[in-house]
């Protein structure tokens, strides 16, 4: 296979048109999203847009494992210890500045596209990788797909639009989801509007197929979307999907982060005794997670209940960038990824123990209005 960052190719339609594929190219690290992988797709992306002749857009991941298993976070590690002092304050962050900028940029690009994107979620879609998938406007998902936002082991916080998006889904849900990166399957998608179809995974080269035999009509939006729906519902079979996690316990998730105080929901999450595998699996990455990203998580679903989209996302790079130069994310990424040693030494004992200074201290603008580098979004 090639070693490009991203493989583009072209579907010829049966009308004329044309299906540009996208497929992120690198399997061995679960298609993590790089820099170079964010600024190629971004150009073709834009190119697409204004191209007459292409339809609808697909994108997938190399691989039988993974979609996108979430941001080149290896690469912020190396950025944060190679570029600066990596002792608190005063760490180099322009690498953070451009991959954040450039990733989040890419994912508001997607929301706000004009043409159909299709996103095969197949395999592991998290953190960067929902990123790209959230934002889509027909996002399918497969016996196979395994969905989360993991950011608070690694001392990050569930950024790429979520802050906006957690924030519609059943009251509660996207607090919990965040506190402890529990995994979802493709029902718990469909059910939380995180997906819109599903689509066994052996069918994935007949839909293709479909789409190319379509018919776009005239090329307006609603034709390239009619013709992008017809061939779907031709494939999507909900009886193959697995048993949904989250719904038969929403009434207890909600009880258990029901409060105003993010240090009462982890206490109530962490006590919870319900014997399920599920929600046993939740507490346990929670009681190992950074508390410093438990505040975060909580604080930013906040300040986004009622923002806009971009809103939210000039928000997140703002924090984003503060936690490279701040926060626990270098010290998360090493113990999980770098020395694996799977012993992160936070800089928090506990949720409890984190003190509104230091929170206050990742709010505090990096930049002007004026000068903020998504400023012109929305």
Request: proline residues 3%; glycine residues 8%.
């Amino acid at each position: 296979m090639t070693d490009l960052a991203v493989i583009f190719d072209e579907l010829s339609t049966s009308d004329g048109g044309r299906v540009g594929v996208a497929t992120l190219n690198a399997p061995k690290s679960l298609n993590a999203l790089s820099l170079d992988m964010a600024r190629q797709l971004a150009a073709k992306l834009d190119a697409w847009a204004v191209d007459r002749s292409i339809v609808a857009v697909w994108l997938e991941g190399a691989g039988e494992k993974a979609f996108c298993a979430g941001g080149d976070i290896v690469a912020l590690y190396r950025s944060m210890t190679e570029e600066g002092d990596n002792r608190g304050s005063g760490r180099d962050s322009l690498f953070a500045e451009t991959y954040f900028t450039t990733e989040y940029r890419l994912d508001y690009r997607i929301h706000t596209y004009p043409k159909p994107i299709l996103v095969w979620g197949d395999g592991i879609v998290m953190g960067g990788g929902l990123g790209l998938m959230a934002g889509a406007s027909h996002r399918i998902v497969t016996e196979t797909s395994r969905i989360a936002m993991p950011e608070i082991s690694i001392g990050l916080y569930p950024d790429i639009g979520a802050s906006w998006f957690l924030n519609r889904m059943p009251r509660g849900v996207g607090a919990y989801l965040g506190l402890t990166g529990a995994q979802l399957n493709a029902r718990d998608a469909l059910d939380l509007g995180m997906a819109d179809h599903f689509v066994p995974r052996e069918r994935r080269t007949a839909l293709l197929d479909a789409l190319a035999g379509a018919d776009y009509g005239k090329r307006s939006a609603q034709e390239l979307r009619a013709g992008v729906s017809s061939a779907l519902a031709a494939f999507e079979d909900r009886s193959h999907a697995p048993s949904g996690q989250v719904w038969s316990h929403l009434d207890h998730l909600q009880r258990l982060v029901g409060t105003a105080d993010v240090t009462q929901a982890v206490e109530a999450i962490l006590a919870d005794d319900r014997d399920d595998a599920w929600l046993r699996a939740n507490r346990e990455r929670l009681a190992v997670g950074s508390p410093l990203s438990a505040h975060l998580v909580w604080r930013m679903l906040e300040r986004h209940r009622h923002t806009s989209l971009a809103e939210a996302f000039r928000d997140e790079l703002n924090l984003s960038v503060q936690c490279c130069r701040e926060g626990d994310i270098a010290e998360g990424v090493r113990a999980l990824l770098i020395d694996k040693d799977k012993n992160p030494r936070w800089r928090h004992a506990d949720v409890a123990s984190v003190p509104e200074a230091d929170l206050q201290a990742m709010m505090v603008p990096l930049w002007r209005d004026d000068e903020h580098p998504l400023r012109d979004l929305g």
